[in-house]
């Protein structure tokens, strides 16, 4: 069914090789073709791909989000015995916060998207009624696929999980889902970068223990090193209970920012904060003024939901109050406000779309804080 190719190019596409590669077919091989073909199917990969990515996303959550509360111990009975570290376990989110981002990762549409991203569902032996019917455009289906991937690569490797691990990290961007609702100084970095040059920032993680020797640590990480002379740079600080660093670099900013803590997470973030305030000294920061190329009265309307949809503030409201002039005409007032704003800005106008258009570009002014002309 697969040429060597084929397998050769799946394999750099998930980042694993098989020692077993009838594995890899069976992974891509549907029921359909099984019962038109004979042979085993990818069903069985599924259910134990299913459990793997399971514990390879706890895993993952425990090493970015958790950490030991490392205390120094000496054995009782042997006066110059080595230290011995232990501690019980922290982790910066709590349980309902870690089930819901493993929910993020492991759900159907974020399977289905990084198989799609991968192409991987080009690959599928199906029968010819699953051919017929298309089912590789399926979301079930491509979420079948990478579970029947992971449950293969867990048999392969005899359940080595770091293996496990580190296909489902090639296969899945667990940084980007990890930091989707973050209220952090690493979503507002990222969505900088984004706006800047539409790309994520670079963020480099290691471990760094101070009490250690740290050997193949990186230069950037250890303190009074010639690589902090040549580079500018802002570092944390870091004490005893340092257990990772983390070096974030962003594009045309001629800094480096080093940040260090008890998790991942807590490294990123602490570098992360450091960059932001860099950027807010030197004025860089992306401004709601930047949002809006042109502001017009023309696209006033627009432009305020614009602001609004990117999480200024709540969307604006209107009310509109009928009236007339003199000679009967009607006479149009709207009033727009915003619940984030104290002012409510008015409006009249012969027309009621007329009226809105005004009162949005007054407080579209407002919130932009121009100048009255």
């Not at 399971?54 to 490392?70: Q, R």
């Not at 609702?181 to 290691?206: A, F, G, M, R, T």
């Not at 190329?293 to 006033?300: A, I, Q, T, Y």
Request: charged share 30%; with cysteine; hydrophobic share 35%.
């Amino acid at each position: 069914m697969f040429d060597q190719k084929i397998i050769n190019d799946i394999q750099n596409i998930i980042g694993y090789t098989f020692k077993n590669q009838e594995l890899l077919e069976q992974a891509f091989t549907r029921r359909s073709y099984s019962m038109e073909n004979g042979g085993e199917h990818n069903e069985v990969l599924e259910f134990i791909g299913d459990k793997a990515l399971d514990i390879a996303i706890v895993k993952i959550l425990s090493e970015e989000f958790g950490y030991f509360n490392k205390s120094e111990q000496r054995r009782s009975n042997y006066y110059y015995s080595p230290k011995v570290y232990d501690g019980t376990f922290s982790s910066d989110k709590d349980e309902g916060e870690l089930t819901e981002i493993k929910k993020r990762i492991v759900k159907k549409t974020t399977l289905s998207d990084a198989i799609d991203n991968l192409g991987l569902q080009h690959y599928l032996i199906m029968g010819r009624g699953d051919r017929k019917k298309h089912v590789e455009r399926s979301n079930s289906t491509k979420e079948d696929l990478f579970e029947a991937i992971i449950g293969a690569i867990a048999l392969d490797s005899r359940w080595d999980i770091n293996m496990i691990q580190e296909t489902v990290e090639n296969m899945i961007e667990i940084d980007d889902i990890i930091g989707s609702d973050e209220d952090s100084y690493i979503e507002e970095i990222q969505n900088w970068s984004l706006k800047h040059y539409d790309v994520l920032p670079d963020y480099s993680v290691c471990n760094y223990l101070p009490s250690e020797m740290n050997i193949g640590t990186p230069d950037w990480a250890k303190p009074n090193t010639m690589w902090s002379l040549i580079n500018q740079f802002k570092r944390g600080v870091f004490d005893s209970n340092t257990q990772y660093a983390s070096l974030l670099i962003l594009e045309d900013v001629p800094c480096c920012f080093i940040g260090y803590g008890n998790s991942k997470n807590q490294a990123k973030e602490e570098a992360s904060r450091l960059a932001y305030e860099y950027l807010d000294e030197h004025d860089l920061l992306w401004t709601i003024q930047d949002e809006i190329e042109n502001p017009c009265k023309r696209m006033s309307v627009n432009q305020l939901e614009t602001l609004a949809r990117r999480g200024y503030f709540s969307l604006p409201t209107y009310n509109f109050y009928e009236d007339h002039d003199e000679d009967g005409n009607p006479v149009w007032k709207c009033e727009c406000h915003i619940d984030e704003e104290n002012i409510f800005c008015w409006s009249t106008a012969s027309s009621k779309k007329d009226a809105k258009k005004d009162a949005a570009w007054g407080m579209l002014k407002h919130v932009l804080d121009m100048e009255e002309n």
